[in-house]
T-cell receptor, first 115, second 114 residues
Framework: AQSVSQHNHHVILSEAASLELGCNYS??????LFWYVQYPGQHLQLLLK??????LVKGIKGFEAEFIKSKFSFNLRKPSVQWSDTAEYFC?????????????FGSGTRLSIRP | SQTIHQWPATLVQPVGSPLSLECTVE??????LYWYRQAAGRGLQLLFY??????ISSEVPQNLSASRPQDRQFILSSKKLLLSDSGFYLC?????????????FGSGTRLTVV
């Protein structure tokens, strides 16, 4: 069965620091990869996604993620965080051709930014 | 445009009482529908998904059940709530195979069983 691991449960950074949140998945076939973000009191929303092509994916609000197939990783990065990036971040994976399109989520990483 | 509605937003129920949470999608047809539970410190757990009317797949054994009486309606139920059913329940939908479009989530229901 697929699984997604986010090893950092809570990350605390100062504004302008660089961010990298780790995500590893376990599935040997074709995968689609996602990062979702949940700002305090708001819906889960899609930050970025990877399906194929360039393994470096750019999303909203200056975030990017790199798919490294050999490492089964899809780490999220941002060169300079802002206080408004305080949120919970979820990595997710989906089998490439599943008819039910189930997406499996990691346990999430809570990001706190000190102003 | 497509929208997803989920209600109620918050719910406090006593142990042993029944539960019914409703989710409806507008602006699309034959969506894939999902119920997730977000428990503190445990991330998002897929509970049920449905690819069509009357078709329900359960991901984890539990005290809950799901039904899809209409194409764009997905209901999460329980006959008798347990304390462990407390959590934040999210409905989501997507279309297409391979998860090409990701999910769109509802606003969630915070359930507290007391």
């Amino acid at each position: 069965a697929q699984s997604v691991s986010q090893h950092n449960h809570h990350v605390i950074l100062s504004e302008a620091a660089s961010l990298e949140l780790g995500c590893n998945y376990s599935y040997g076939g074709t995968v689609n990869l996602f990062w979702y973000v949940q700002y305090p009191g708001q819906h889960l929303q899609l930050l970025l996604k990877y399906f194929s092509g360039d393994p470096l994916v750019k999303g909203i609000k200056g975030f990017e993620a790199e798919f490294i197939k050999s490492k089964f990783s899809f780490n999220l990065r941002k060169p300079s965080v802002q206080w408004s990036d305080t949120a919970e971040y979820f990595c997710a994976v989906n089998e490439g051709y599943s008819s039910a399109s189930k997406i499996i989520f990691g346990s999430g990483t809570r990001l706190s930014i000190r102003p | 445009s497509q929208t997803i509605h989920q209600w109620p937003a918050t719910l406090v129920q006593p142990v042993g009482s029944p539960l019914s949470l409703e989710c409806t999608v507008e602006g699309t047809s034959n969506p894939n529908l999902y119920w997730y539970r977000q428990a503190a410190g445990r991330g998002l757990q897929l509970l049920f998904y449905s690819v069509g009317i009357g078709q329900i797949s359960s991901e984890v054994p539990q005290n809950l059940s799901a039904s899809r009486p209409q194409d764009r309606q997905f209901i999460l139920s329980s006959k008798k709530l347990l304390l462990s059913d407390s959590g934040f329940y999210l409905c989501a939908w997507n279309q297409g195979t391979g998860g090409l479009y990701g999910y769109t989530f509802g606003s969630g229901t915070r359930l507290t069983v007391v």
